[in-house]
């Protein structure tokens, strides 16, 4: 299954603060986020069912979720299908975080796991053209009484007061990780209670441990239509010293340029980091050009993230306007 990227099926969303943004002149329907892995579900009837996450790791039908899943849907008139899901993890009615999922995948309970299903690709070779809540309502009629397979929540909202009671629900209550919505266009928005952001390291900061051989803070920048890596803030690697010297020896082998405050490296790494919400930076940014020479970011370029936290490395990212585009996980400021 060469062939078959999980990469190519992810859909891009665009990143908004509130839901006071969300486009209520056209139909939207809202959905749940889980705090899982992308998972890429391909099912052949007679043949195999199996997911494949964006790392490439394939589960198959020992698997008691995608047991559940074949059984399903071998009960339905239909060949093959592709769906599209969130693999993640639960305790009793609470959702559990990504190292939590990854633990019980390895070697814990596999009835904690979950699969949500927020989209039907195909089916029987053919991709599906019908509205997304036809997609959702036709793959919740396959999996109907089945207990670790379920389509996410979702409602067709008329006020945004509905969204708010959708989400105070979900994401306050449950614990959620926000909400998607798509519109009459397939315009895909993301709402979280903070801004999740896919960003690379653009530099290394100069501070007291720095001539220890520890990295304790990195410069991170996002990439505009132009190509231009854009900083857009600061961000601690934590208090892990094991990890500040990996930081340290994995990156200054990359170095381009050594300044009096930072070291400028080659942007090849990319981070997941946290943000509480964007800023006007009244100092300039830098700007970091294909060729290696430094500018300084003024008007638009000039946001940076307020509070930003190092959450992981993405090794399933790279540094393209398509991954770390700052149009698209930037909120319009």
């Known amino acids: 299954m060469s062939e078959f990227q999980p990469s190519m099926w992810k859909p891009r969303a665009k990143a908004i603060l509130t839901i006071d943004q969300l486009p209520l002149d056209r139909e939207l329907v809202v959905t749940t986020k889980m705090d899982g892995e992308f998972s890429v579900i391909s099912y052949q009837r007679g043949v195999r069912t199996f997911s494949i996450n964006l790392w490439g790791t ?105 969204i708010r009671a959708f989400w105070n629900y979900w994401v306050e209550q449950r ?40 990295v304790t803070s990195f410069k991170i920048a996002l990439r505009d239509n132009d190509g231009k890596f854009i900083q857009v803030g600061d961000v601690a690697s934590g208090i892990d010293h094991q990890l500040r010297r990996a930081l340290y020896e994995q990156l200054m082998p990359y170095k381009r340029q050594e300044y009096d405050a930072w070291v400028q490296i080659e942007p090849f790494l990319v981070v ?17 050009l294909q060729d290696g020479s430094l500018e300084y970011a003024v008007n638009k370029e000039a946001f940076s993230l307020r509070h930003p936290r190092f959450v992981r490395f993405r090794g399933d990212k790279k540094p393209t306007v398509e991954d770390i585009g700052y149009d698209r996980q930037l909120p319009n400021n």
Not at 120 to 147: F, H, I, M
Not at 272 to 288: E, G, I, K, N
């Open 175 to 214: 614990r959620y990780e926000g909400l998607f919505a798509r519109d009459d266009r397939q315009d895909l928005y993301k709402v979280k209670p903070y801004l999740d952001i896919d960003a690379v390291i653009i530099g290394l900061n100069k501070t007291p441990s720095f001539p220890n051989r520890e």
């Open 58 to 162: 394939m589960y198959g039908e020992s698997c008691p979720w995608l047991k559940e899943l074949k059984e399903a849907l071998d009960k339905q008139p239909v060949q093959e299908a592709v769906l599209l899901a969130e693999t993640y993890a639960v305790e009793g009615d609470r959702m559990l975080k990504l190292p939590d999922l990854i633990h019980h995948l390895k070697n814990g309970d596999q009835t904690k796991i979950r699969l949500g299903v927020f989209d039907l690709a195909s089916v029987n070779g053919k991709t599906v053209n019908q509205s997304y809540l036809w997609r959702l309502q036709e793959a919740e009629t396959w999996l109907k009484g089945c207990q670790q397979v379920h389509v996410v929540p979702y409602i067709q909202p008329r006020s945004r007061d509905e």
């Open 272 to 288: 997941q980091v946290q943000a509480t919400d964007t800023f006007q930076a009244y100092q300039p940014s830098y700007v970091l």
